[in-house]
């Protein structure tokens, strides 16, 4: 047998070994019926406002509080199921279960910590990299992830961000294979790109009860609910407790491929798709280049422009609304974003780059994050030929708004 022939088989043995639970998590969760008392039970995980807007009229705060009620009682669920199978070793506390002392966000942060809010997410430097609806461990000592949708609106950007979660914990946890469980409470099976993760058979799709049967159950209980808190779940344990295999420095993985780019940057030649080839430079999902010197700022207000809903920004104005400027891409796309830390409210406007060249308001990025103090931290750094020469790389295209 050759090489190529024995790499491949045991590419496949690996497959086979790591994918022992999705069959398993397929038969348990085939036939999903939350009864009234996992039903209720998941309400402990939302406070009182989310409770009230569960049977609101208002459609979209209802659909919002009814996605957080679904995520608990999938959560529920795997806790009722976990105590009779051996297959799950230990399961994430998370919501209401989750511990009562968590970290603030800070810079330097990497790893699996808890949000505000008792979600599971990964930081690298600070920054929420991914958020995970349920994270598990099997008899094997393999990692594992669900994740819930409850609207198709869920499923933009779905695949890539499920792949990346595959690759993020796939290197912290030294695995070639991360099984993936999807749940929904509606039929997906005709999404294009539920059709393409089916395929894969590290993945196990589940369509469940929907969320108006499920509500029904609770509709018309009015006695004081008594949850049960499970305090002495044998497999139950903090994520935080879950220990990675290799090193995570997220910050100098981030400058290693800002370097690789400045030196693709600087040999010229037009717009740049520089392919970034390590394992870790794949983990890194956007390139913070640096500050812009108000020349460089005045290149961009005059070659490019500015917009913040609907209202052009000139350079004469631009120390007015904002006291800097920071370039970045997103990875893997290298799209442009800029950057602008606000002066009338703590936050930061980030502009992407619009067709015809020139950089509109998106969204704003709130203090209460661990992005935010990333950006904090940046200051001027970058003159007019190289932020010309980062502008001319990564442009959608040649026409630029005057």
């Known amino acids: 047998m050759g090489l190529c022939q024995n790499r491949r088989l045991i590419t496949w043995m690996k497959e086979d070994l790591y994918c022992i639970m999705i069959p398993w998590l397929i038969t348990n969760f085939k036939h999903f019926k939350p009864n009234a008392a996992i039903a209720l039970n998941a309400t402990r995980h939302m406070n009182k406002i989310e409770r009230r807007k569960l049977f609101s009229p208002d459609i979209e705060p209802m659909r ?28 994430a506390r998370k919501g209401a279960d989750a511990p009562a002392k968590r970290e603030d966000v ?14 599971i997410t990964i930081r690298g430097n600070g920054q929420d990299l991914a ?5 598990l461990v099997d008899s094997d000592n393999h990692i594992a992830f669900a994740e819930v949708v409850t609207s198709p609106s869920d499923l ?31 039929d997906l099976s005709n999404y294009s790109v539920v059709k393409r993760l089916a395929h894969d058979k590290t993945n196990a799709i589940i369509h469940t009860t ?51 780019i400045f030196t693709e940057i600087s040999k010229g030649g037009g717009r740049k798709y520089p392919v970034i080839g390590t ?108 932020t010309h020469q980062l502008l001319e790389s990564f442009t959608v295209t040649e026409e630029k708004k005057r």
């Open 131 to 135: 958020e995970f609806d349920m994270l």
């Open 156 to 186: 933009k950007e779905f695949e890539q961000e499920i792949a990346f979660k595959k690759k993020l914990l796939g290197y912290l946890f030294d695995q070639p294979v991360t099984p993936f469980l999807l749940v929904s409470s509606f």
């Open 106 to 119: 800070k810079l330097g942060q990497n790893g699996l910590f808890y949000s505000r809010y008792g979600d």
């Open 279 to 386: 394992q870790t430079g794949q983990l890194v999902k956007k390139v913070l280049y640096g500050g812009l010197f108000p020349q460089s700022v005045k290149l961009l207000c005059d070659s490019y422009g500015l917009s913040v809903k609907s209202k052009k920004i000139e350079f004469s104005d631009f120390s007015k609304y904002y006291s800097k400027a920071i370039i970045a891409t997103d990875l893997p796309g290298l799209e442009l974003i800029i950057y602008l830390r606000s002066r009338q409210k703590k936050e930061y406007h980030k502009m992407i780059q619009a067709k015809d060249g020139h950089f509109k308001f998106e969204r704003p990025t709130p203090p209460k994050v661990g992005f935010f103090l990333w950006l904090e931290g940046i200051q001027p750094s970058l003159g007019t030929r190289i």
């Open 210 to 260: 929907s969320c108006e049967e499920i509500k029904s159950v609770l509709k018309h209980y009015r006695p004081r609910i008594l949850y049960n808190n499970p305090e002495n779940h044998p497999k139950l344990i903090p994520a935080t407790d879950f220990r990675l295999k290799r090193p995570f420095d997220y910050k100098r993985y981030h400058d290693e491929v800002r370097t690789q």
């Open 64 to 91: 919002t509080a009814e996605g957080r009620w679904f995520e608990a009682i999938v959560y529920e669920m795997f806790l009722e199921i976990s105590k009779k199978s051996g297959q799950i070793k230990y399961l």
